[in-house]
């Protein structure tokens, strides 16, 4: 009897433990995987409830740590420590939990953070036996301000103690999320747009920080691009689109002319150019070609290449532009940094130097219409002169035919005189 009540004892604590451990894995992570997210300049640590609504709760199941950096950038902000004194801080402590982390990681910059996250990832390159694999580590930009077209060197920036270099190029999956005219982030391809300037400024204001919590799910396929780099990584890019412009977000007043202002804010972007003609008359006519062969699948192919063509010719200004932007990543770090201190990026919209226009880009014309008349007009000359040549042959052959016939009926009368002649004859030595 005694043994039967110990056994029943044991199957309810059994059933009570089962129980508890179904509880505690109902209320585990979904997903086992770390955040590691630093903040922007001002921010140098992260609320959790901040990085719990990081991009629509994007990490909400995940074990979150921020990332401490000074996150100052003395002489635009208060503190002791320039930009590049910040970025040397945060890259030592961010590389010290990635390299003691056991599980997946997620490592998340938002605005000046970036650039800790950039500069871990060269450590990273240099020290490419103890990295993690690239199936246990991926990289979130937000709102960065280096990711930017005119950054495409290396410069030192002595008022930041800053160097600025191009991405870094690593086999790890990268995602950038930008927010549209976020004037950190954002900032017009072709700065002489008044107007694009203006909006991009009011967009530091209106779409900076919100970016950060974007629904990257809810975000166009036209505004997501994938590209990989020279060793195989990949980075897909967002643009959260701007449902109104930030100068009519600040001037209600302007929303009678949004359109007008948005046509005129989009020419500023060279995103928004359209596909040259002669990329997109090639594409055709190679599509024509390859549908002629009965290749139906690599005839779809190339319909899709003209996406591609603007990219060309940005390559073609490039070096211009990069000169006229040489001081672009440091004045929009002033204005930054002497802002909002919760959330920043650092770069310079310096403007004084050159103009990096892009108006004598050129696009290949196709056929020119003259040379075709022309072209028409000789052939139509070369039909008349051979008409007009054989009509002349013609006239001629015939001019002949009537001569030879003069000729024979001379001959015959000449024949008939000389019969008649020879008759006379006759008569006369008869008559003898």
Known sequence: MRSKIRTARAAVVSLFAVFFLSLSAAFSPAWAGTALVVGGVGQPTVPDWVMKELLNDKFANDIRHDIYWPAQAKPFTTGTYTLGQSVAIGVDNLYAEI???????TVVGMSGGSLVVDDTMRRLLDNPSTAPGVDDITFVIIADSSRQSFINRTKYSSRLDYTYQPAPETTY?????????????????RWWNFTAVLNAY???????????????????????TITYNSVGGKTTHYLVPAATLPLVKLFPGLKAREEELKRQIDAAYKRNDPVPTAARTAATVEAVQTEDTGDEESAAA??????????????????????????VEESVADDEATGSEEDEGLVSLDTDEGDGSDD?????????????????????????DETVSQDTEGSESAGKENDSDDEAE???????????????????SEND
Do not use: C, R, W
């Not at 999956?173 to 391809?189: K, S």
């Not at 004598?360 to 008349?384: Q, R």
């Not at 001379?410 to 006369?428: K, L, Q, Y």
């Open 302 to 327: 190339p319909a899709a290449e003209p996406a591609s063509a603007p990219a060309d010719s940005d390559a073609t200004s490039g070096d211009d532009e990069a000169e006229s932007s040489e001081g």
């Open 202 to 224: 009011a967009g530091v204001l209106t779409e900076h920080i919100p970016t950060a919590f974007a629904d990257l799910d809810s975000v166009p396929l036209e505004n997501i």
């Open 410 to 428: 001379s001959s015959d009368d000449e024949a008939a005189d000389s019969g008649d002649s020879n008759e006379s004859g006759d008569s006369g």
């Open 173 to 189: 999956d990268v995602v950038v999320v930008t927010g549209e005219y976020d004037g950190f982030a954002d900032f017009p391809d």
């Open 99 to 105: 390299m003691g982390a056991t599980e997946p990681i």
């Open 360 to 384: 004598g880009e050129k696009v290949a014309d196709g056929v020119d219409d003259d040379d075709a008349s022309i072209d028409d007009e000789d052939l139509v000359s070369l039909d008349d």
